[in-house]
Every structure is written in structure tokens, then in C-alpha cells.
């Protein structure tokens, strides 16, 4: 399950820094080679960026975040792995410090689903990108759900959860938009996938239900229900009773589509 943007720093980072370039960034590593210099945008904790930084070798990788929390941990995290030839900044994907065509790659994982404007970010990745540079991006959709045991209360939660998002900017959607999105930014050779992100072991649907627990005990999702009439205060005590009884059922499974998409930038501006 995908963290929405605006979540707790503590949860995120423990959820995040389980990622791995080898799952995550499965789709894109063919496309890297050794001495590519690259770019992680949205970066996190850092712990997909230090993989890559560990495909490119000698190259080098520059991780970037809005978030200053996210880049301090990132850089403890390259510092504790050794990893020697990555390095962190802040700076909003949207205005990216760096000058025209000087990355061999781009990825940005989990990213373009909380731009409120993905056209903008996806153009200043092309910018930054050399003749022919490679872009991978990949994000959640939670159009579409597999639950067993379903339940009606699971489902609302979702949907109050992207009411949540797309409030905040967001785009619950993004996923299956991507391969369009690169088209549209001007991307060539354009290609895209999915994989399924699931929970179908007892720590797995443990860690789903505390997620969306997450979600539903944020204030701010509280106020805005009540606001705009998206559920009242006991539909949403009852959508977390509803997650732990499904948690803790012999045979609870999950499933949620995580999409993928990669172009290369055009030989001319």
C-alpha cells in the first residue's frame, strides 16, 4: 500500500526504507549501465536510491526530496550502507537545480501520484535529461482492489482515502495514466507495466491494516469528512473495525497495482 502524501515522517520512513531497487526498480535496471550519472526524484529515505547508486558504479546518483526529514535520513542511511558515490538535496522536482541535459537517468518512484500538476514535473525531468536519457517512473492505482474477505466498509475507506489525496493535489489514479503521461511530456519508445503489491501472510495483512488505520485516524481526513459530508465520525470508527476484522481472518488477502512506464528523452529539445 502506497503512504499518501501529507502522512506521518516516522511511518513513512519505516515503510519506505523496506523498498528495494531489485523489486522496485526491477522494470527500469536493464536500462542502466555502469558510469551512467542518474537522478532519483522523490527520493525518500534513500534506500532505492543507494541500489541504483550501486547498479551505476562508478557513475553517480543524486537523490532529491522536498522534504528536508527525508533527505537527513537518506544521507544516514547512504552513510550506514557505505555507499560513497551518492548525494542528497532538497528541491521541489518541479524546479530542479540542476542545468539542462546532464543526467543519463531518471526514476521517480512513488512520486508523480502526489504532483498536482504531473505535465510540469515530467517536463523538467526531460530538461535535465541528456539526448536519449532514460526515464522510469512508477506509481500506485488505487482504482482497483483485490480484498478477500470483502466488505463494504473496506471499500469506502478507499475511496475516502483518494478523496483525501486528490484534496491534497494527489491523483489515487496516476498509475495506469503514466504511459500517456510520457507521451505527453514529449517521451519517446514509450513502454509501460504493472505489478501487484500484495498482502496474503499474517504480517503482511497486519502491516494493511495499520496503514489504512493510519489513514483513517488522521485528523485532517477527520475534519474534511465532516466538512464535506464524505463519512461521519462512526462510519469511520466502523471502516477500522472493519480492517481489523479483515486482518484477522485465516484467509485475508489483498492485492493492489503498482504501474511502470519508461521513454527515453527526444535527440533535440
Not at 542545468?99 to 535535465?128: S, T, W, Y
Request: glycine share 12%; proline share 6%; aromatic share 8%.
Amino acid at each position: 500500500m502506497s503512504a499518501v502524501e501529507g502522512s506521518g515522517h516516522a511511518g513513512d520512513t519505516g515503510r519506505f526504507r523496506q523498498r528495494d531497487a531489485d523489486v522496485e526498480a526491477a522494470f527500469f535496471l536493464p536500462f542502466l549501465q555502469p558510469g551512467m550519472t542518474l537522478l532519483d526524484a522523490g527520493c525518500g529515505p534513500g534506500s532505492i536510491t543507494c541500489g541504483l547508486a550501486e547498479r551505476v558504479a562508478p557513475g553517480h546518483v543524486t537523490g532529491v526530496d522536498a522534504d528536508p526529514a527525508r533527505i537527513e535520513t537518506a544521507s544516514s542511511y547512504a552513510s550506514d550502507a557505505g555507499t560513497g558515490n551518492v548525494a542528497f538535496l532538497v528541491a521541489d522536482v518541479n524546479d530542479l537545480p540542476f542545468d539542462d541535459a546532464v543526467f543519463d537517468a531518471v526514476f521517480a518512484n512513488g512520486l508523480i501520484e502526489h504532483l498536482p500538476d504531473p505535465h510540469k514535473g515530467l517536463a523538467e525531468m526531460k530538461r535535465i535529461l541528456k539526448p536519449e536519457g532514460v526515464i522510469g517512473v512508477r506509481s500506485p492505482d488505487w482504482g482497483s482492489a483485490l480484498l478477500q474477505p470483502d466488505a463494504e466498509p473496506l471499500r469506502h475507506s478507499i475511496s475516502l482515502r483518494n478523496r483525501l489525496q486528490r484534496h491534497r493535489g494527489g491523483h489515487p489514479e496516476a498509475g495506469r495514466r503514466l504511459r500517456g503521461l510520457l507521451i505527453e511530456a514529449g517521451f519517446l519508445g514509450v513502454s509501460a507495466g504493472a505489478s501487484a503489491e500484495s498482502h496474503g501472510a499474517d504480517d503482511e495483512t497486519a502491516e494493511g491494516a495499520r496503514y489504512m488505520h493510519s489513514i483513517l485516524d488522521d485528523p485532517e481526513l477527520a475534519r474534511l469528512a465532516r466538512e464535506h459530508g464524505w463519512a461521519s465520525v462512526d462510519e469511520i470508527e466502523e471502516m477500522r473495525l472493519a480492517w481489523t476484522a479483515w486482518a484477522a481472518q485465516p484467509g485475508a488477502f489483498a492485492a493492489f497495482f503498482w504501474c511502470h512506464a519508461t521513454g527515453r528523452a527526444p535527440t533535440t529539445p
